[in-house]
């Protein structure tokens, strides 16, 4: 039998993929390229309406099927419900992609010594408990019946190295702050432990961390952040999340887990 073609490892038509945080941002951009790729598209957010009208725009655009769900990724009877959902309407769930996460800071709160304990909750409950119960959800009720599927987790730069603060400087950012260094930093790492304990069930489980892209930042923020950045610029949305999620997604990575894939122009190269 000949080897597929590079076409074909990258198809992922009959997949169903859930993209959790679907309805906008990377999110968005990363549930159209599987879209693209031949996907159906399962996307939630918060707010119902949300979802479901980008889940419209994007099945518009790629005449693919793609519905919009509810939830909070926090609460974990939520996202129970998600999977039941998401399984009564596809019969399957192939791909898993925990992109939902938020960061609440202002200069008035971002800062270690003053950073509310509510905040922190927050942000971990979010950015790295949601991970773990989607994943939990989806591993039990779908893909170890199924012997197989993919999870790709969304981690960030801030989960692999410090942040440096001078990128904020003249500007009315609270920027980056500890509970969302620890949560992303978590996620990495359990990542490459929910990788290895999974390979027995045939799934792979890998981690994109990006840097910082470009969302109508000021003037002042995108030059301090780009002189750090080995290329020069923010990432681009609408563009450079596509080609990762695709790769890990499809069977053109199929000897690919638990590794830490970052796209940041080189921030954490040096």
Same mark, same amino acid.
């Given at each position: 039998m000949a080897a597929p073609t590079t076409q074909e490892l990258y198809n992922l038509t009959g997949k169903l993929a859930l993209v959790t945080g679907g309805a906008r941002g990377l999110g968005f951009d990363m549930a159209t390229a599987l879209a693209e790729a031949g996907a159906e598209i399962a996307i939630t957010s918060r707010t119902l309406e949300n979802a479901q009208t980008s889940a419209q725009r994007i099945s518009k655009d790629t005449d693919r099927r793609v519905k919009g769900f509810a939830c909070d990724v926090r609460d974990e009877e939520q996202v129970e419900k998600l999977i039941k959902d998401v399984l009564d309407s596809f019969g399957h769930i192939d791909i898993l992609v925990n992109n939902a996460g938020n960061v609440i800071s202002t200069p008035e709160n971002?800062?270690? $010594?003053?950073?509310?304990? $509510?905040?922190?909750n927050l942000t971990i409950d979010v950015n790295l408990t949601g991970v773990f119960l989607c994943s939990k959800h989806v591993v039990a009720k779908a893909m170890k019946p199924a012997n197989n599927g993919v999870i790709i987790n969304i981690g960030s730069a801030a989960g692999m190295v410090g942040k440096d603060r001078r990128h904020y400087r003249g500007t009315d950012m609270g920027g980056a702050t500890?509970?969302?260094?620890?949560?992303?930093?978590?996620v990495i790492s359990m990542t490459r432990d929910m990788a290895v304990y999974l390979t027995l069930y045939n799934i792979r489980v890998n981690c994109i961390s990006p840097g910082g892209f470009w969302r109508g930042h000021s003037e002042t923020f995108t030059k301090q952040y780009s002189y750090s950045v080995p290329m020069g610029r923010m990432g681009k949305d609408g563009k450079e999340m596509k080609g990762p999620v695709v790769f890990l997604a499809s069977e053109a990575?199929?000897?690919?887990?638990?590794?830490?894939?970052?796209v940041d122009g080189g921030l954490t190269a040096w």
């Open positions: 971002a800062a270690m $010594e003053v950073r509310p304990l $509510e905040q922190w500890i509970d969302y260094h620890a949560a992303k930093g978590g990575s199929s000897y690919v887990t638990g590794i830490n894939l970052p």
